[in-house]
């Protein structure tokens, strides 16, 4: 929720574009969809600690929307990696390079986000750096401590005949990573 208005991607609306649809919560005005150039679907929202909106998409791609709504491209799509290929994952909802969830870092100007095959990436508010989470499954959500030191990534590793199987990694954004 960001300015009175509930945000939402595009999960799983057929579409040519990518886009974002911005809801008001109050019935002063309708529902107002912003295009997302550059990304065929998008598959996380999240905001950074000063509000903005962070798009994550069904490629890899990121970007960053400010209070006026203009698309900042912070990452292209990415290529999809090999390594991967021995998770024997059913791609039912993400490809393997989808962004699956963004979060916050409190007291940092940025966020963290992660994509299906378990690259955590971190945007200091400059640049964007990545590290592979060294646990295998999906990863499919994230939070913050707040005090913005660590990272909790939940990650999905059964299939549909073991949905309950998930675990959760811990990743500490200062000093020595586990």
Same mark, same amino acid.
């Given at each position: 929720v960001r300015d009175g208005?509930?945000?939402?991607?595009?999960?799983g609306i057929e579409s040519q574009?990518?886009? =974002?649809?911005?809801?008001p919560l109050g019935r002063e005005h309708g529902p107002r969809w912003i295009e997302?150039?550059?990304?065929?679907?998008?598959?996380?929202?999240?905001?950074?600690?000063?509000?903005?909106?962070?798009s994550g998409g069904d490629a890899g791609e990121l970007d960053l929307w400010?209070?006026?709504?203009?698309?900042? $491209?912070?990452?292209?799509?990415?290529?999809?990696?090999e390594r991967f290929e021995d998770l024997r994952l059913a791609w039912a909802a993400?490809?393997?390079?989808? =962004?699956t969830a963004i979060?916050?870092?409190?007291?940092?100007?940025g966020f963290v986000a992660v994509n299906a095959c378990g690259?955590?990436?971190?945007?200091?508010?400059? $640049?964007l750096v990545?590290?592979?989470?060294?646990? $295998?499954?999906?990863? $499919?959500?994230?939070?913050?401590h707040p005090d913005g030191g660590v990272i909790a990534v939940g990650v999905k590793q059964g299939g549909f005949a073991r949905p309950r199987s998930a675990g959760v990694l811990l990743w500490q954004l200062r000093g020595e990573n586990p």
């Open positions: 208005c509930a945000i939402t991607g595009n999960h574009l990518g886009g =974002i649809l911005r809801v997302v150039r550059y990304t065929r679907q998008v598959t996380a929202i999240g905001l950074t600690s000063s509000g903005d909106v962070v400010g209070s006026d709504w203009r698309q900042r $491209r912070l990452r292209a799509a990415t290529a999809h990696t993400y490809s393997p390079r989808s =962004i979060c916050a870092v409190p007291g940092e100007p690259e955590l990436t971190a945007w200091d508010g400059e $640049r990545t590290a592979q989470l060294a646990v $295998r499954g999906t990863p $499919r959500s994230l939070a913050a």
